[in-house]
């Protein structure tokens, strides 16, 4: 079965630091990776996806991901935040033996502080 | 296009009522998806259908149940509310393995 461990439920940062929130995922097969991003009060949105091919995957505002399959981890990494960026980030991934479940980790907080 | 549409937004139910969540999709996706969210858990998978007439049980599906009639609506029927069930609803679709999932805007359900 597949899960995601999300390994920081909260990451504070002032603005214009670096921030890296860190995902590992288990399966034994290929698998998908996703980050999806959820404002206050609205709903999810993807901010970037690993299917196949080059292992580093960026976001059009600046976030980057690296797929390690070494070490199964999918871990989010910005080099300079911003106040907007203050929400919470969801690790997922699904495809594990053909699978369409798409199944999340716990979730990070990220507060941007001024 | 609306994308994924949910009603209500906003439910206080007694416990023992019964109710269902709406969710309709026009993009013609296959995958459609109930998730509930709950503070430090995360999303957690209920149900899921991966077409019209085929649904199944994700990690949380008891007390809930489910029904794809149609490609476009995937309603989620809670048959006897508990205050165990006050959460955030979620309604995905998607269209195939690997693919971006759609989220509605969510249903903050009560049970008192």
């Known amino acids: 079965a597949q899960s995601v461990t999300q390994l920081d439920s909260q990451v504070p940062v002032f603005e214009e630091a670096p921030v890296e929130l860190r995902c590992n995922y288990s399966?034994?097969?290929?698998?998908?990776l996703f980050w999806y991003v959820q404002y206050p009060n609205q709903g999810l949105q993807l901010l970037l996806k690993?299917?196949?091919?080059?292992?580093l995957v960026e976001s059009i505002n600046g976030f980057e991901a690296e797929f390690n399959k070494s070490q199964t981890s999918f871990h989010l990494r910005k080099p300079s935040v911003h106040i907007s960026d203050t929400a919470e980030y969801f690790c997922?991934?699904?495809?594990?033996?053909?699978?369409?479940?798409?199944?999340f980790g716990k979730g990070t907080k990220l507060t941007v502080n001024p | 296009n609306a994308g994924v549409t949910q009603t209500p937004k906003f439910q206080v139910l007694k416990t023992g009522q019964s109710m269902t969540l709406q969710c309709a999709q026009d993009?013609?996706?296959?995958?459609m998806s109930w998730y509930r969210q709950d503070p430090g858990m995360g999303l957690r998978l209920i149900h899921y259908?991966?077409?019209?007439?085929?649904?199944d049980q994700g990690e949380v599906p008891n007390g809930y149940n489910v029904s794809r009639s149609t490609t476009e609506d995937f309603p989620l029927r809670l048959l006897s509310a508990a205050p165990s069930q006050t959460s955030v609803y979620f309604c995905?679709?998607?269209?195939?393995?690997?693919?971006?999932?759609?989220f509605g805007q969510g249903t903050r359900l009560t049970v008192v």
């Open positions: 399966s034994s097969v290929s698998v998908y």
């Open positions: 997922a991934v699904s495809g594990s033996g053909g699978s369409e479940k798409l199944v």
């Open positions: 993009m013609n996706h296959e995958y």
């Open positions: 259908s991966v077409g019209a007439g085929i649904t």
């Open positions: 690993y299917l196949s091919g080059s292992t």
């Open positions: 995905a679709s998607k269209t195939g393995v690997g693919t971006e999932a759609f």
